[in-house]
């Protein structure tokens, strides 16, 4: 069936016609896990992609956001811009870390902290990982359709969480963005930790975003990112443990880390995880961009290098995500589909339709597309067995309708 999309290839715009309601956007279904870990519930917030069909077997790859309740916006905002092109269509969940924050996020006790008293309870991250890891994750996994490629991400208490689940779970999550991540605690613990770990540990493959916001030293605007490591005062402690574990990685490339490190300048501890929430996703999935639009928008561009083409994104999919992905949305072979047949080539429409039926096989649409392109061909006994394809799988009128057409030739 042909459809109507605005596609340019390589950034897939997704436009969606919202239901009625007295709000202009509404996101993150609330859901809760009681965890006998934490003797608590736990509240958690559900974005599902816009493509998603309760009838179908389609699994996304999934985010996990710290702060959810705060967060959560930002990462859907930066998903529904940029999911298609440049990353996935995935499913976003925020954890509320609204109550016991500080227990649950900081990662070794402390009773003091830059020379004064720390009454606030603190140090239970290992907890609060293992109620992720054994109670949040496969609650998530078996109520929603997800897959286990999984992006944590973490801002400040919760960026030093992300690089201590990192270093003590490295194989539970894909990928890491740690924003501003307070790294100086407890004496720059896990930075030491870090040290160590990444040399004696595999993260081969994993992905690291780590991100330091502009105000190195609260009391000195002298200090720069220039001159921050020379200065020995507390002040400066957050920020060169950042640069002190960021230069440690770029300088130990056997780590096997895709990680990139930025600083924002211009923006604050409050307001970094806006441009890192963008960029850490952008740097995390480069691997997913869509490579070689030129060729597939150029028309002499031969068949056998559109197979070539269609071929090596999947596998570079597989490899990366670990299980077989179709390499582009459905809607998109099926466009293209129909573009080349309009355009009279003919071998590379039904290439297209080919490959949307092979990795859609429980589509209609994609059966009923070949259905057309053989009525284009005079082929109505082929047509034929397509459109049946199809009916078979939809029931609806429009295909027993083409049956019918096709019969009566």
């Not at 890891?133 to 897959?147: F, G, S």
Request: net charge negative; glycine share 4%.
């Amino acid at each position: 069936m042909r459809t109507v999309l605005y596609v340019i290839i390589g950034f897939v715009l997704q436009h969606t016609i919202c239901a009625q309601s007295d709000y202009l956007y509404q996101i993150g279904k609330k859901d809760s896990v009681y965890s006998n870990i934490l003797n608590e519930s736990r509240d958690v917030y559900v974005q599902l992609p816009y493509s998603y069909n309760a009838n179908s077997k389609e699994k996304y790859p999934v985010i996990y956001i710290l702060d959810g309740d705060v967060l959560l916006p930002t990462v859907v905002n930066v998903h529904d811009y940029y999911s298609g092109g440049f990353m996935p269509e995935m499913i976003i969940v925020g954890i509320s870390n609204a109550e016991n924050r500080t227990r649950d996020l900081t990662t070794s006790k402390i009773t003091s902290r830059r020379g004064m008293p720390y009454n606030e309870e603190n140090g239970e991250a290992k907890h609060f990982l293992s109620f992720i890891k054994t109670e949040l994750i496969p609650y998530i996994e078996d109520k929603y359709p997800v897959t286990n490629y999984r992006t944590l991400i973490g801002h400040s208490y919760a960026g030093l969480f992300t690089i201590y689940t990192m270093l003590n779970q490295p194989d539970l999550f894909a990928n890491y963005i740690s924003i501003d991540p307070s790294l100086d605690w407890d004496d720059q613990k896990i930075m030491k930790q870090a040290k160590s770990d990444f040399l004696n540990k595999n993260f081969t493959g994993k992905g690291l975003f780590m991100s330091l916001g502009g105000q190195l030293h609260m009391q000195d605007s002298n200090i720069t990112i220039d001159n921050v490591m020379q200065d020995t005062s507390d002040y400066t402690l957050f920020a060169r443990s950042n640069i002190e574990l960021s230069q440690f990685i770029n300088t130990n490339e056997s780590i096997g880390l895709n990680y990139e490190w930025q600083f924002y300048p211009n923006d604050l501890h409050g307001t970094i995880p806006q441009p890192s929430i963008k960029d850490g996703l952008i740097s995390l999935f480069q691997w997913y961009q869509m490579e070689n639009t030129d060729a597939i928008n150029n028309p002499e561009t031969e068949l056998a290098e559109l197979q070539r083409i269609i071929e090596h994104r999947a596998e570079k999919l597989e490899r990366h995500f670990g299980y077989v992905v179709p390499p582009y949305p459905e809607d998109l072979l099926n466009m293209c589909g129909y573009m080349n047949m309009e355009m009279k080539q003919q071998d590379k429409s039904k290439l297209y339709f080919e490959k949307a039926i092979a990795y859609y096989p429980n589509s209609a649409n994609a059966y009923d597309s070949m259905a057309d392109y053989y009525e284009t061909q005079e082929d109505f006994a082929k047509a034929l067995i397509y459109a049946k394809s199809a009916y078979e799988i939809s029931g609806n009128d429009y295909h027993k309708a083409k049956i019918e057409k096709y019969e009566n030739r």
